[in-house]
C-alpha cells in the first residue's frame, strides 16, 4: 500500500462550506481533473485519516476499526493498514464485505496482507486505546438501522475515543442531526470538503475537533461547484476590524437607540446598551418603561428617557439614530405591543425612515410574529431569533427548525427579508450574500441575557459601518463571531475547561479584545 504523504495533510477549516451531495457529485470529477483515480484518492483519505491517528496514540496502541460496506469502510481499511505497518495492534471488524470497487480492493489488500476481519458486534473484545470509525460517511440514507445501530449504541456506551472519517456515522452531513443515534466522536477528518453539517445542530456533541483534508484536488474541486455556506474564522476580524483614525470623535462611531426595558426587564436593554458602547459606538440612547430610568441608568455611559407606549417623541431620537435596537425587554404587555403597534404604522408612514438599520429581537420577534404587517423597511431589517422565536415566526415546532437550521434561516430570510441571525450552537446568519456559520462560543454562554448582549454588539458595529467601509452583511457576521469569541475568552478566563456559571455581563471586558483584533 503506497503512502500518500504529501496529500495526507490535514489543514484548518476553509471558509468555504459544501453540502454533501455536491462532494459526492464532484469528487470524482475534481480527481479526474487533478489526474488521479478514485482508488488513488481512497488511499489519500486513509493516509490523511492515519496522520491524525499517528499524532495520539502511544507505541504498540491497541486500535479497532469498524468498517462499512461502502467507501467509508475502504478508507477505514486503508488506516487499518497503515496503523499496522507502523507497529500498532490493529483488528478491523466489519458489517460485511464491503460493496464497491475500490472499498473491495481495500479490504483485498488488507487480507493479502495478512490481516483479518471479524464481525462488527465483537469489536468490544479488542479492547481498544482508540476507534476508526468507517461505517458510514457521505453514504447514509435515513435513520440508522441494523447492526449499525446497535454497534454505534455500544460504541457511545464504551466511552473509548473515537475517530470519525469523513463524518460521525449516524451525523446527517447536511444538517448537523443524528438519524436515530450517531457516533459521538472525539475527533473527525473530513475529505475533500468540509461538510456544511459538520458546523452548524447538534454536530458540537458528535465530531469532536474537526480536521480537515482535500486530498490535493481542492483547486479542481471548487471550479466545479460554488460554496453552499461560508465558514467564520477569527482570521476575519482581523481583515475587517481596522483601527479607528487617529482623529475619530463619537460623531463618527455613529448613535445606537434601542427602544426595550419594559417594568421588570429593564436589565436586557442596559445589558444590549453596554454591549453597544463596548462594540463602539459613539452614543447610546435606551427608550424605557417609565419608571425604569434608574436601573438603566446605573451604566451612566448610557443616555435614558422613559417613555409612555406611542409617544412621537421617539421620532425625534429615531430621526438621528444610526441603528435601532427593537426589542430587548420589550414584554408582552400593552407598553411593548402598543410601541410595536406604533413602530409599523409609523414605518408605513415613513415617519421613521425606511432605511434606518433595525435589529429586531427578542419580543420585536414575537409580536412580528403575531401581527406580521405588511410594511417597507425589511430590507434593513436583522432578525436575531433564537429556534424557539425562529419556530414561532416559521408557525412550527422548536424541533422542526432544529431538524434544519440552513432551511429555517433562509425561509426566514424570504419571508421576512433583510438580515437574518438563527442563534445557538452553530449561529446563521443569512442574507443576500448567502449563509454563514459560526461554530465558535461555549455552552455556558446559554445564559439570560446573552442574545441581548449580542443585539447591542450587532448595533454597536453597525453604527461604525461607514466609518469602517463595511456593508452590513458583513458587519452582522462580524459581531456574531466577535460574541462567541468573547464568550470563550470570558468562560476561559474563569474556568478554562469550564461550561456553566458565566454571566451575560462577563463578556463585557472581552468586547473590545476581538473588537480591536489588529491592535495586539
Ligand atoms: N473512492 C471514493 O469514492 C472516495 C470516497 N470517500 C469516502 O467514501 C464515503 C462515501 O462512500 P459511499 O458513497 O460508498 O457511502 P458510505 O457512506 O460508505 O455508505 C454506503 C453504505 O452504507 C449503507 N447504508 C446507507 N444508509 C444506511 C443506514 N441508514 N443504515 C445502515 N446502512 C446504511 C448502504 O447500504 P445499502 O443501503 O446500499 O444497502 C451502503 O452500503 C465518503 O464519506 C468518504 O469517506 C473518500 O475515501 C474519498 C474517495
Ligand atoms: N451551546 C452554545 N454554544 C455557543 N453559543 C451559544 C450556546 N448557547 C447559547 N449560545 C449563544 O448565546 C446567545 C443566547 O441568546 P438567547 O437565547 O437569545 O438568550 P437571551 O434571550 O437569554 O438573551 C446566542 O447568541 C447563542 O448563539
Ligand atoms: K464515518
Redesign the pocket.
Known amino acids: 500500500m503506497t503512502h500518500d504523504g504529501q496529500h495526507a495533510q490535514t489543514m484548518s477549516i476553509p471558509q468555504q462550506l459544501y453540502r454533501p451531495e455536491q462532494v459526492?457529485e464532484h469528487?470524482?470529477e475534481a480527481a479526474a481533473r487533478a489526474g488521479i483515480d478514485?482508488?488513488t484518492?481512497?488511499q489519500?483519505?486513509?493516509a490523511a485519516a492515519w496522520s491524525v491517528l499517528s499524532d495520539k496514540l502511544a507505541p504498540g496502541a491497541r486500535i479497532a476499526v469498524l468498517c462499512?460496506?461502502?467507501?467509508?469502510?475502504?478508507?477505514g481499511y486503508i488506516v487499518a493498514a497503515l496503523a499496522r505497518e507502523a507497529g500498532h495492534i490493529v483488528r478491523v471488524f466489519a458489517l460485511a464485505e464491503p460493496?464497491?470497487t475500490?472499498?473491495r480492493r481495500a479490504w483485498s489488500e488488507w487480507l493479502e496482507r495478512g490481516g483479518d476481519v471479524e464481525p462488527l458486534a465483537d469489536w468490544a473484545d479488542a479492547e481498544p486505546d482508540w476507534v476508526v470509525d468507517?461505517l458510514?460517511?457521505?453514504?447514509?440514507?435515513?435513520?440508522?438501522?441494523?447492526e449499525?445501530?446497535d454497534c454505534v449504541e455500544s460504541l457511545n456506551e464504551a466511552k473509548v475515543p473515537v475517530l470519525a472519517?469523513?463524518?460521525p456515522t449516524g451525523l446527517h452531513a447536511d444538517t448537523g442531526q443524528p438519524?436515530g443515534d450517531a457516533v459521538r466522536a472525539r475527533a473527525t477528518v473530513t475529505?475533500?470538503g468540509v461538510k456544511r453539517g459538520l458546523t452548524t445542530g447538534q454536530a458540537a456533541a458528535y465530531c469532536g475537533h474537526v480536521h480537515f483534508a482535500d486530498?490535493g484536488i481542492q483547486r479542481e474541486f471548487r471550479l466545479l461547484t460554488e460554496p453552499s455556506a461560508w465558514y467564520l474564522q477569527p482570521t476575519l476580524l482581523q481583515h475587517s476590524l481596522v483601527p479607528r483614525a487617529a482623529t475619530a470623535h463619537k460623531g463618527d462611531a455613529g448613535h445606537v437607540v434601542i427602544l426595550g426595558g419594559a417594568a421588570g426587564m429593564a436589565g436586557a436593554v442596559r445589558l444590549a446598551g453596554t454591549a453597544a458602547l463596548r462594540a463602539g459606538a459613539g452614543k447610546v440612547t435606551i427608550l424605557c418603561e417609565p419608571g425604569q430610568e434608574v436601573i438603566v441608568g446605573q451604566q451612566p455611559e448610557l443616555m435614558v428617557r422613559g417613555l409612555e407606549a406611542g409617544r412621537d417623541e421617539a421620532l425625534s431620537y429615531l430621526e438621528h439614530a444610526s441603528v435601532l435596537i427593537f426589542g430587548p425587554g420589550l414584554g408582552q404587555r400593552a407598553w411593548g405591543r402598543d410601541w410595536w403597534d406604533w413602530y409599523c404604522a409609523r414605518l408605513q408612514s415613513s415617519d421613521i425612515d425606511p432605511e434606518l438599520t433595525t435589529v429586531l429581537d427578542a419580543d420585536a420577534l414575537n409580536a412580528l410574529a403575531q401581527a406580521r404587517p405588511d410594511i417597507s423597511g425589511r430590507a434593513r431589517w436583522i432578525l436575531t431569533p433564537h429556534p424557539g422565536e425562529a419556530a414561532r415566526l416559521l408557525e412550527c415546532e422548536t424541533q422542526d427548525v432544529e431538524k434544519n437550521r440552513w432551511l429555517a434561516a433562509q425561509t426566514l430570510q424570504e419571508q421576512f427579508g433583510g438580515i437574518v441571525v438563527l442563534k445557538g450552537r452553530g449561529s446563521l446568519i443569512c442574507g443576500q450574500e448567502g449563509i454563514a456559520v459560526c461554530d465558535r462560543g461555549t455552552p455556558a454562554m446559554a445564559t439570560a441575557g446573552m442574545g441581548d448582549v449580542l443585539a447591542g454588539m450587532i448595533g454597536g458595529l453597525l453604527a461604525q459601518r461607514h466609518g469602517m467601509a463595511l456593508a452590513t452583511e458583513a458587519g452582522v457576521r462580524l459581531a456574531v463571531l466577535a460574541h462567541a469569541l468573547a464568550g470563550e475568552s470570558a468562560m476561559q478566563e474563569k474556568c478554562p475547561e469550564g461550561t456553566r456559571g458565566l454571566m451575560a455581563s462577563d463578556i463585557f471586558d472581552w468586547i473590545p479584545y476581538w473588537m480591536n483584533p489588529n491592535d495586539r
Open positions: 459526492r469528487e470524482a478514485m482508488w484518492l481512497m489519500r483519505a486513509g462499512g460496506t461502502g467507501n467509508n469502510g475502504g478508507d460493496k464497491t475500490d472499498a468507517a458510514l460517511g457521505t453514504g447514509l440514507q435515513q435513520t440508522l438501522r441494523g449499525i445501530c472519517l469523513d463524518i438519524l475529505f475533500v486530498l
